[in-house]
């Protein structure tokens, strides 16, 4: 193999390694800006039924030693429905960031092209 051809295959190894590393750049901004984005649609679903039905358990106002039997139970019940919440929404974020991996994902500013690995 001549040093002209070594070279080059020198260079087309280094823009494919290149290549490489710029795809796992992009998906890991694409994955952190999604889970972002998961996060806020989880939270901000509680936080609208915490501001919607909070009343039903005193709001923030009393702790669980000061709360009647019914405030309790509701109380209960907001916090179940709340953590079921939060592991469907981090499940489904899961999820996400392992589909992301079967695909190129390049990064141009505010646009994302995908293009689906074969």
């Known amino acids: 193999m001549s040093y ?13 390694l ?3 590393e710029n795809l796992e750049k992009h998906s890991s901004i694409l994955v952190n800006v999604s ?13 609208k039924i915490e501001k919607c039905f909070g009343s039903l358990w005193g709001d923030d ?3 669980e030693d000061e709360m009647t039997p019914e405030q ?4 209960k019940k907001f916090l179940d429905l709340r953590d ?4 469907q929404g981090n499940e489904q974020k899961n999820k996400f960031e ?11 500013g505010y646009k994302i092209e995908i293009r689906k690995k074969i």
């Open 84 to 87: 079921e919440i939060f592991d």
């Open 35 to 47: 889970k972002k984005r998961f996060q806020t649609v989880f939270v901000g679903a509680v936080s």
């Open 98 to 108: 392992k589909d992301v991996q079967n695909f190129d994902i390049i990064y141009k």
């Open 4 to 16: 002209s051809s070594k070279r080059k295959q020198f260079r087309q190894e280094k823009k494919s």
């Open 61 to 63: 106002e009393l702790n």
């Open 18 to 20: 290149k290549e490489q």
């Open 72 to 75: 309790l139970s509701w109380y």
